[in-house]
């Protein structure tokens, strides 16, 4: 009744369930949603990057500490964009204008992104910021092989393309 008098056509409430449950997204679900290598949040992110030529990669642990904040917001998966815009907007509004052009979104970022920030703008922190990125790159290889290789029979079905071990190492 709410529906069609704000205006929703009576065919179209028609066909909606009669009973709908919600139910509370808890921390692991939120994870879940950013370990999800389509996850539109994470993505967007990376290219709003690489529009200035910096790679930006997210290490688990950092994962964790976003759904984390997500969680404690209590906005559901919403939530999860607000607390990334968050933590690194200080990080798009000066990383463009400095030779830094690898971002590896660590703990130590979430936890506290304006020293950290002010450590790599110095120049400071440049071998442990590399050498952190590469640790998260490896971390993310891993990640994406592992979950090819969990939705191997889905990505199959759904692509026509049989994937091989072969195929998964060069993807």
């Known amino acids: 009744e709410d529906l ?7 065919e179209f409430v028609g066909r909606l369930p ?3 449950v ?3 997204l808890v921390e692991e679900d939120l994870l879940n949603i950013l370990q999800n290598p389509n996850n539109p949040i994470i993505l967007n992110k990376r290219l709003d990057f690489a529009t200035y030529g910096i ?25 999860l964009v607000s ?7 200080p990080f798009e509004t000066k990383l463009p204008s400095s030779n830094i052009r690898h971002f590896p979104v660590t703990p130590q970022v979430i936890q506290d992104p304006e020293t950290t920030l002010s ?15 590469e640790i998260i790159h490896n971390e993310n290889v891993t990640g994406i092989k592992r979950y090819l290789t969990d939705n191997r029979k889905n990505i199959t079905a759904q692509y026509g393309l ?4 072969y195929r998964i190492d060069k993807i």
């Open 4 to 10: 069609i008098e704000f205006g929703f056509e009576t």
């Open 18 to 20: 009669v009973k709908a």
């Open 22 to 24: 919600f139910e509370r």
């Open 55 to 79: 790679e930006i990669m997210f290490s688990g642990e950092a994962l964790k500490l976003l759904a984390k904040k997500a969680f404690e917001e209590n906005t559901g998966a919403r939530g």
């Open 83 to 89: 607390v990334i815009e968050q933590v690194l907007i």
């Open 119 to 133: 450590r790599w703008l110095s120049g400071t922190d440049d071998d442990q910021r590399m050498k952190d990125f």
């Open 162 to 165: 049989p994937l091989s071990a």
